[in-house]
C-alpha cells in the first residue's frame, strides 16, 4: 500500500489532524486500490478535448506539451468515468495484470 | 466585588456566558432546552451582549455550528440537556477530535424511555468517552464559577478541547440560590480574550476534518488522551488563579467531614449538598462518616482521589446513571477500576439512585452509609444495589 510520506510520532503529529499544506493529498498515492482495469487512449481517435482530465475524480490525467494527455498508475483507480466520458471513445478500459 | 443576589441558576449561567464575551451562542431553542440560552438570546436582542445568536433546527446542528464557529477562531458557546445531549452525540468527538476550545452547559437530565427530562446523570454518562472535559457543580455559585474556568481551561493551548460544565436538571437549573455574579472588569482580569492557535483563516488555509487512515489515526487519538490527562495541570491552575483573583477554592476532588472518617460517600452534583447535611447529622449521632464529591469527572483525577479516601475503610459511591448488564453505575466502575491495583483498598459499596428525578433525601444518604457498613462488615459480594426500588 502507498504510504503517505511522512508519518509523524504522536508529539509531532499536527494538531487536531489538520491539514496546513495544500494539496498534500497528492502525496498519498492510491494507485494501487486500483480494481484490475486500467485507461488506455487511442491517439489515432483522441482529439485533445481533456474531457478525460475534467471528468477523471482522481485527477490522474496530466496534460503532455504535445496536447495529449497522460495517465498516472499512482493516482487512476480504474474507475472507468474517462472512457464513458470521452466523446470519441477514444479511451477503452483493459485488463492489467496482476 | 458585587454582593450575593437571588437568582434563578440558569440565569446566572446566562450572565456568566455575557461576561465571558462569547462571540457565539448556537442553540436548539424548544425541550430539553433551559433559560440559559433564552436569557442569553435576549441579552443578544437586547444588545447587552454583543454576539451571534444561532438558533437552530436540532442540537446536531447546535453542536455543529459552534464546531464551525470554534474552527473559525471565535469563542463559542452551547447548552442542552437530555435527548439533545445524546443528539449531539456524533459531534461530541468531532469537538474534541478537531481540538476546538469550546464551552456547553449540561443541564442533566434522564434520557427516555419512559419521556421523563427529570434530574440524573444519564445525558452526560453515556457521553463520557468523547473527549470532552467534564465539570459538575454542586450549586448555582460554583456552576457561574465552573462556566468562566470552562473558558480559560479549554482554550489553554496546552489543552484545546471542549469543556461540559454539569449542573442538575431542575434542582439546579430551575431554583433560585444566592448567586454572585462578579463584574466585568474583575472576569477580564481573569480570562483573556481568546488567541486561537490553528484556524480557518483565508490568508492561512487549512483543512480540518480530513480523514486520517489507519497510519495516523492512533498517534492523533494518542495525543487528545495526553492533552485530556494533561488539562488536570492546566485546571488546578486556572483554579489558583481564581482563588486568586475570586477567592473561592475549587479542586478536582472536594472532601466533607472525612478526617476520622470510617465510611466514605462518594457523590457527585448537586445531590453533594444534601449528602453533606446528612453526613453532618451522622456526626452528630457519632457516626464515623465523611464525603467526597467529584468535580471533575474527566480527566478523571486519581492522585486526588486516592488521597481523598486513604483513611476510608468502605466507600459508599451513589451512582444516577445506570449502566444495565453491567458491573455498576459509572463512578462505581471508575472508583473500582482505580482501586483495582492498590492492595490496601477500602471495600466499595455501590448504590444506584436518583433516576429520573428521584429525590434523594438526607434519610436516604444515611441508609445508603448503614448499608455500606453492613456490607462491608461481611465483605458482602455486590455489584450494585438499586435504591428505593419498590418490589411490592
Same mark, same amino acid.
Given at each position: 500500500?502507498?504510504?503517505?510520506?511522512?508519518l509523524h510520532p504522536w508529539k509531532e503529529a499536527?494538531?487536531?489532524?489538520?491539514?496546513?499544506?495544500?494539496?498534500?493529498?497528492?502525496?498519498?498515492?492510491?494507485?494501487?486500490?486500483?480494481?484490475?482495469?486500467?485507461?488506455?487512449?487511442?491517439?489515432?481517435?483522441?482529439?485533445?478535448?481533456?474531457?478525460?482530465?475534467?471528468?477523471?475524480?482522481?485527477?490522474?490525467?496530466?496534460?503532455?506539451?504535445?496536447?495529449?494527455?497522460?495517465?498516472?498508475?499512482?493516482?487512476?483507480?480504474?474507475?472507468?468515468?474517462?472512457?464513458?466520458?470521452?466523446?470519441?471513445?477514444?479511451?477503452?478500459?483493459?485488463?492489467?495484470?496482476? | 466585588?458585587?454582593?450575593?443576589?437571588?437568582?434563578?441558576?440558569?440565569?446566572?449561567?446566562?450572565?456568566?456566558?455575557?461576561?465571558?464575551?462569547?462571540?457565539?451562542?448556537?442553540?436548539?431553542?424548544?425541550?430539553?432546552?433551559?433559560?440559559?440560552?433564552?436569557?442569553?438570546?435576549?441579552?443578544?436582542?437586547?444588545?447587552?451582549?454583543?454576539?451571534?445568536?444561532?438558533?437552530?433546527?436540532?442540537?446536531?446542528?447546535?453542536?455543529?455550528?459552534?464546531?464551525?464557529?470554534?474552527?473559525?477562531?471565535?469563542?463559542?458557546?452551547?447548552?442542552?440537556?437530555?435527548?439533545?445531549?445524546?443528539?449531539?452525540?456524533?459531534?461530541?468527538?468531532?469537538?474534541?477530535?478537531?481540538?476546538?476550545?469550546?464551552?456547553?452547559?449540561?443541564?442533566?437530565?434522564?434520557?427516555?424511555?419512559?419521556?421523563?427530562?427529570?434530574?440524573?446523570?444519564?445525558?452526560?454518562?453515556?457521553?463520557?468517552?468523547?473527549?470532552?472535559?467534564?465539570?459538575?457543580?454542586?450549586?448555582?455559585?460554583?456552576?457561574?464559577?465552573?462556566?468562566?474556568?470552562?473558558?480559560?481551561?479549554?482554550?489553554?493551548?496546552?489543552?484545546?478541547?471542549?469543556?461540559?460544565?454539569?449542573?442538575?436538571?431542575?434542582?439546579?437549573?430551575?431554583?433560585?440560590?444566592?448567586? &454572585?455574579?462578579?463584574?466585568?472588569?474583575? +472576569? #477580564? $482580569?481573569? =480570562?483573556? !480574550?481568546?488567541?486561537? *492557535?490553528?484556524?480557518?483563516?483565508? /490568508?492561512?488555509?487549512?483543512?480540518?476534518?480530513?480523514?486520517?487512515?489507519?497510519?495516523v489515526?492512533t498517534e492523533i487519538k494518542k495525543q487528545i488522551d495526553e492533552a485530556?490527562?494533561?488539562?488536570?495541570?492546566?485546571?488546578?491552575?486556572?483554579?489558583?488563579?481564581?482563588?486568586?483573583?475570586?477567592?473561592?477554592?475549587?479542586?478536582?476532588?472536594?472532601?466533607?467531614?472525612?478526617?476520622?472518617?470510617?465510611?466514605?460517600?462518594?457523590?457527585?452534583?448537586?445531590?453533594?449538598?444534601?449528602?453533606?447535611?446528612?453526613?453532618?447529622?451522622?456526626?452528630?449521632?457519632?457516626?464515623?462518616?465523611?464525603?467526597?464529591?467529584?468535580?471533575?469527572?474527566?480527566?478523571?483525577?486519581?492522585?486526588?482521589?486516592?488521597?481523598?479516601?486513604? &483513611?476510608?475503610?468502605?466507600?459508599?459511591? +451513589? #451512582? $444516577?446513571? =445506570?449502566? !444495565?448488564?453491567?458491573? *455498576?453505575?459509572?463512578?462505581?466502575? /471508575?472508583?473500582?477500576?482505580?482501586?483495582?491495583?492498590?492492595?490496601?483498598?477500602?471495600?466499595?459499596?455501590?448504590?444506584?439512585?436518583?433516576?429520573?428525578?428521584?429525590?434523594?433525601?438526607?434519610?436516604?444518604?444515611?441508609?445508603?452509609?448503614?448499608?455500606?457498613?453492613?456490607?462491608?462488615?461481611?465483605?458482602?459480594?455486590?455489584?450494585?444495589?438499586?435504591?428505593?426500588?419498590?418490589?411490592?
Amino acid at each position: 500500500m502507498a504510504k503517505v510520506d511522512a508519518l509523524h510520532p504522536w508529539k509531532e503529529a499536527p494538531l487536531g489532524c489538520v491539514i496546513s499544506e495544500a494539496g498534500n493529498a497528492r502525496k498519498f498515492k492510491t494507485g494501487d486500490w486500483r480494481s484490475k482495469i486500467r485507461p488506455l487512449t487511442d491517439q489515432e481517435k483522441c482529439i485533445k478535448c481533456g474531457m478525460c482530465w475534467i471528468f477523471c475524480p482522481e485527477m490522474a490525467y496530466t496534460l503532455r506539451t504535445d496536447g495529449f494527455y497522460d495517465w498516472s498508475s499512482e493516482y487512476c483507480k480504474g474507475c472507468g468515468i474517462c472512457a464513458r466520458e470521452c466523446p470519441k471513445e477514444a479511451i477503452q478500459m483493459i485488463a492489467e495484470e496482476e | 466585588m458585587a454582593g450575593r443576589k437571588g437568582m434563578e441558576v440558569s440565569i446566572a449561567v446566562s450572565e456568566a456566558v455575557k461576561l465571558a464575551n462569547v462571540d457565539v451562542i448556537s442553540a436548539y431553542p424548544i425541550t430539553p432546552q433551559t433559560h440559559i440560552v433564552e436569557h442569553l438570546s435576549e441579552l443578544v436582542a437586547d444588545g447587552e451582549l454583543t454576539a451571534a445568536f444561532i438558533p437552530v433546527e436540532s442540537e446536531h446542528s447546535a453542536l455543529s455550528a459552534a464546531v464551525g464557529a470554534a474552527a473559525v477562531g471565535a469563542r463559542a458557546y452551547t447548552a442542552t440537556a437530555s435527548q439533545g445531549l445524546a443528539l449531539m452525540h456524533e459531534i461530541m468527538f468531532i469537538a474534541s477530535g478537531l481540538r476546538l476550545p469550546m464551552v456547553m452547559t449540561v443541564v442533566n437530565r434522564a434520557l427516555s424511555t419512559p419521556i421523563n427530562i427529570w434530574n440524573d446523570l444519564s445525558d452526560i454518562m453515556a457521553e463520557r468517552d468523547t473527549g470532552w472535559i467534564q465539570l459538575f457543580a454542586i450549586n448555582g455559585q460554583e456552576a457561574v464559577d465552573l462556566t468562566l474556568q470552562a473558558f480559560k481551561l479549554a482554550e489553554d493551548p496546552r489543552v484545546l478541547l471542549p469543556v461540559a460544565v454539569n449542573l442538575d436538571g431542575f434542582v439546579l437549573s430551575h431554583v433560585i440560590e444566592p448567586v &454572585e455574579i462578579p463584574d466585568q472588569e474583575t +472576569v #477580564d $482580569r481573569f =480570562l483573556p !480574550p481568546y488567541k486561537p *492557535g490553528i484556524r480557518l483563516d483565508p /490568508e492561512n488555509p487549512v483543512s480540518m476534518g480530513a480523514f486520517g487512515s489507519p497510519d495516523v489515526f492512533t498517534e492523533i487519538k494518542k495525543q487528545i488522551d495526553e492533552a485530556l490527562i494533561g488539562s488536570q495541570k492546566v485546571a488546578s491552575e486556572v483554579w489558583k488563579d481564581f482563588g486568586t483573583i475570586f477567592g473561592r477554592t475549587y479542586k478536582p476532588i472536594e472532601s466533607y467531614k472525612t478526617k476520622g472518617a470510617e465510611t466514605l460517600l462518594v457523590t457527585m452534583g448537586s445531590i453533594s449538598e444534601t449528602a453533606m447535611s446528612a453526613v453532618d447529622l451522622m456526626r452528630e449521632k457519632g457516626q464515623r462518616v465523611g464525603l467526597i464529591h467529584i468535580r471533575l469527572w474527566r480527566p478523571f483525577p486519581f492522585k486526588e482521589f486516592f488521597q481523598a479516601i486513604r &483513611e476510608a475503610k468502605v466507600l459508599a459511591v +451513589v #451512582d $444516577r446513571a =445506570l449502566v !444495565p448488564g453491567g458491573a *455498576g453505575g459509572p463512578v462505581g466502575l /471508575e472508583v473500582k477500576a482505580a482501586l483495582f491495583d492498590k492492595q490496601d483498598r477500602p471495600y466499595v459499596a455501590e448504590f444506584i439512585a436518583g433516576l429520573g428525578g428521584r429525590d434523594l433525601t438526607v434519610e436516604i444518604f444515611s441508609e445508603m452509609v448503614a448499608k455500606a457498613s453492613r456490607y462491608a462488615k461481611t465483605q458482602k459480594e455486590l455489584r450494585y444495589e438499586m435504591i428505593g426500588v419498590r418490589e411490592k
